[in-house]
T-cell receptor, first 113, second 112 residues
């Protein structure tokens, strides 16, 4: 069965360091992968989308990589700030190019001042 | 302001009662979605609609119903047949040219 794995343990880092979150998937070749940010009690907010033919995408302090051979995406936040503390969800197209992503459980990031 | 709204933010109901959650968007998006989120869980798709007067079941549609009479509105009814209705419900929308989903603020439903 298709599966999306994100680390269930919270990631704790010091302010100014680079945070790296992982999203692994199995049994499918998604056309795209997305990353969202979710704050407690609020709806997710879209951050970045990377397509299967792209290796890397950047937006300000954010960088996403997509390795279709390893079936893995890495999400990096450089120069992290306490305001970056949130849960980060990855979402994949598991239905062959549709616009309905399947979401992972998310990883909580805590940036300490 | 363009966006997607959900109301109410908190909702309490007695067991056995149906309840309807509102979702409205002014983004002119064709597609709308309903998700359920439980603590420590990912978002699970309940229903989605790609066009007015049409909708499809998602992964966990049992005990829920929807309607799509207007492009802007996609209300979700949680029926008494839903065995574990207490959860955080999220509505989202997207346009046909983008895979990006825009989410509402969510409704937290508690069934007593």
């Amino acid at each position: 069965s298709q599966k999306i794995e994100q680390n269930s343990e919270a990631l704790n880092i010091q302010e100014g360091k680079t945070a790296t979150l992982t999203c692994n998937y199995t049994n499918y070749s998604p056309a795209y992968l997305q990353w969202y940010r979710q704050d407690p009690g609020r709806g997710p907010v879209f951050l970045l989308l990377i397509r299967e033919n792209e290796k890397e995408k950047r937006k300000e302090r954010l960088k996403v990589t997509f390795d279709t051979t390893l079936k893995q995406s890495l999400f990096h936040i450089t120069a992290s700030q306490p305001a970056d503390s949130a849960t980060y969800l990855c979402a994949l197209d598991l239905t062959g190019g549709s616009y309905i992503p399947t979401f992972g459980r998310g990883t909580s990031l805590i940036v300490h001042p | 302001d363009g966006g997607i709204t959900q109301s109410p933010k908190y909702l309490f109901r007695k067991e056995g009662q149906n309840v309807t959650l509102s979702c409205e968007q002014n983004l002119n998006h064709d597609a709308m979605y309903w998700y359920r989120q439980d603590p420590g869980q990912g978002l699970r798709l309940i229903y989605y609609s790609q066009i007015v007067n049409d909708f499809q079941k998602g992964d966990i549609a049992e005990g829920y119903s929807v309607s799509r009479e207007k492009k802007e509105s996609f209300p979700l009814t949680v029926t008494s047949a839903q065995k574990n209705p207490t959860a955080f419900y999220l509505c989202a929308s997207s346009n046909e040219h983008s895979n990006e989903q825009f989410f509402g603020p969510g409704t937290r439903l508690t069934v007593l």
